[in-house]
């Protein structure tokens, strides 16, 4: 019986290079599968780790019908023995329940990859789905890290280095160039503590604040 996995946990934590290893792990074994994402860093139809690892993949937009892409190319003669699909929190709804059914009467593996919340700290879509009809969740076991030391919770988005708690849900960020280590818009890992206060590591060094220092305002 094929089951429907997802493995979460925050940004840093592993998850798309987790996502390559496995797709490779399965193709070492002589399995054909399918790997999948969505608003990858790398651009469109491509699932890349930050330690610089990158594959195709195909591009799951809003319209993506799982369900009739897997029909298609079963009936065409394709073998598929698995999916992995990563940036899994960026899918709708609809398409968890096409993955569920695919494992459930086609009979495929389904690797799921995502975060869980975004940077308003509330479950994604995918995910949401994801939790509520994967035979199985995984943690991730790579701990991601604040800028303070302690194990980070929390995604936050930034512009121009401070935190921000509003605006469009998807927003690609500019996340690791080094000629421009402050973002126009970018994402950091927090811990609750310091996603709470809005201190991200740009604003806590500006102000020399430590970790143990009590918000006033």
Not at 137 to 166: F, I, K, P, Y
Not at 197 to 206: F, I, S, Y
């Amino acid at each position: 019986m094929a089951d429907l996995n997802f493995y979460s946990g925050t940004m840093d934590c592993g998850k798309s290079t987790l996502a390559l290893q496995m797709d490779h792990n399965h193709r070492a074994r002589g399995r054909e599968g399918r790997v999948f994402t969505s608003h990858d860093r790398a651009g469109t139809s491509r699932l890349s780790s930050r330690l610089g690892l990158e594959v195709a993949a195909i591009e799951v937009n809003v319209d993506f019908d799982f369900w009739r892409y897997t029909v298609d190319e079963l009936t065409q003669g394709g073998r598929i023995d698995y999916f992995v699909c990563d940036e899994a929190q960026f899918y709708r709804s609809g398409q968890i329940d096409q993955l569920a059914k695919i494992a459930d009467e086609l009979d495929i593996d389904v690797y799921a990859f995502g975060i869980l919340t975004d940077f308003r700290t509330r479950l994604f879509e995918g995910s949401m789905r994801l939790i509520e009809l994967a035979d199985r969740v995984h943690t991730l076991q790579v701990e991601a890290l604040c800028w303070c030391g302690e194990r980070a919770t929390h995604n936050a988005r930034t512009e121009n280095g401070e935190m921000v708690t509003e605006g469009e849900v998807i927003v690609v960020g500019d996340v690791e160039d080094a000629d421009r280590p402050d973002p126009q818009v970018g994402y950091e890992v927090l811990c609750r503590r310091h996603h709470r206060r809005r201190m991200t590591a740009v604003t806590a060094r500006a102000a020399s604040l430590s970790p143990d220092v009590l918000p006033f305002d």
